[in-house]
């Protein structure tokens, strides 16, 4: 498969972390590629950060210079974690995390009529207030036209300082709902629980649809495997979470379809240390490790919604760094993969980059 990095968007004095993106086509042929950009000094989950975009006209080969601010700060913390979709009507939704603190973090949604030249005012898309973890380039809209939001639901350790951002590592997921275009938010009749013996619990969850209706999901957990789930009913009840086929440290897993609903072609991207013959351990293993053990990045297809995988594909194998975050788009016969790459002198989310990989029949 040829591969070539296409854009690198390192950390710099000022602009600490560059992260969690996600990607659009625009009517004109456009590719809008939005992400998260910190200021000021720190690269903290909960420092100061807007939402940026870069620009390419040509199928994701080149890319704007410049950056342009698409959300301001406009949270208690910051604004970060993009999903970029088509609405049934055609407008664009961005959605984001507005962080306000260890017990308010919720997911946002703006929505665009003009092909992103101006916005709507921002909702809140959680029905309650709490800490929820919804990654990059996670947000569905699926055959039926409802919008489900994946989350994973965090307590704070300590809720009576305001000051302390430290959330307990156990995630339960949730699942928010919406079948009018986002105009009205409901969670779903499921909570998805494992047992404490699992220390992450069910964190950062993502889903993809079948082309039966049928939803596959999944979530990353400290026991060495994706964790995996389906529903039947559009999100609204989950089968038991069960250990999956992919190996990997406590990272995100994202999958997506790159073909039609007729004719599926999924591709997945994780990391998976067992594609080099290494063992895979639980994420602390890796506390001093400049990679965090988010290495090798690997992708794999299917051509079966899943039911079975090609050989994985190592696309980063740097010791010393580690890749993750991973955003996925189909532009005419290439994929663009947008991931973090820090290490080797700034942490693993400080550094961003996109990928364009030529895809073969």
Not at 113 to 121: D, K, L, M, V
Not at 124 to 144: E, K, T
Request: a negative charge; aromatic letters at 8%; glycine letters at 8%.
């Amino acid at each position: 498969m040829d591969s070539a990095l296409v854009l690198e968007l390192p950390a710099r004095p000022g602009h600490p972390r560059n992260s969690e993106g996600a990607f659009l086509t625009l009517q004109d042929g456009r590719i809008l590629f939005a992400y998260s950009h910190y200021l000021g000094d720190s690269w903290q989950d909960h420092a100061l950060a807007v939402i940026a975009v870069r620009e390419s006209a040509d199928g994701g080969r080149t890319w704007s210079a410049e950056d342009r601010i698409l959300v301001a700060n406009e949270g208690g913390c910051n604004v970060m974690s993009v999903s970029l979709l088509r609405l049934a009507d055609g407008r664009i939704a961005l959605f984001y995390l507005r962080k306000n603190s260890a017990r308010d973090c919720r997911p946002c949604l703006r929505t665009s009529a003009h092909e992103g030249a101006t916005w709507s005012e921002a909702a809140c898309c959680a029905p309650s207030v709490g800490y929820f973890v919804v990654n990059n380039d996670r947000i569905q809209r699926l055959s039926s036209g409802r919008l489900i939001i994946p989350a994973a639901w965090h307590r704070p350790k300590n809720p009576a300082d305001p000051d302390d951002f430290a959330i307990e590592a156990h995630a339960e997921g949730r699942f928010f709902l919406s079948d009018d275009d986002g105009v009205t938010w409901r969670e779903s009749q499921q909570r998805l629980r494992v047992s404490a013996a699992v220390e992450s619990g069910l964190q950062e969850p993502g889903l993809i649809e079948r082309r039966d209706g049928s939803l596959y999901g999944w979530a990353r957990t400290s026991v060495g495997q994706q964790w995996e789930f389906e529903s039947r009913d559009g999100g609204e009840t989950w089968s038991e979470p069960r250990p999956s086929r992919f190996t990997s440290p406590c990272s995100p897993l994202s999958v997506k379809n790159l073909g039609s609903r007729t004719e599926p072609l999924w591709l997945a991207v994780w990391n998976d240390p067992s594609a080099l013959g290494a063992a895979v351990h639980q994420e602390k293993t890796y506390a001093e490790s400049s990679s965090w053990g988010r290495t090798p990045l690997v992708a794999a297809f299917s051509h079966d919604e899943g039911a079975s995988w090609s050989q994985p594909l190592v696309i980063e194998d740097d010791p010393a760094r580690g890749f993750c975050y991973t955003a996925i788009h189909r532009t005419g016969d290439a994929v663009l993969l947008a991931y973090c790459c820090g290490g080797r002198g700034t942490a693993v989310l400080q550094d961003l980059c996109i990928r364009r990989l030529k895809l073969h029949d």
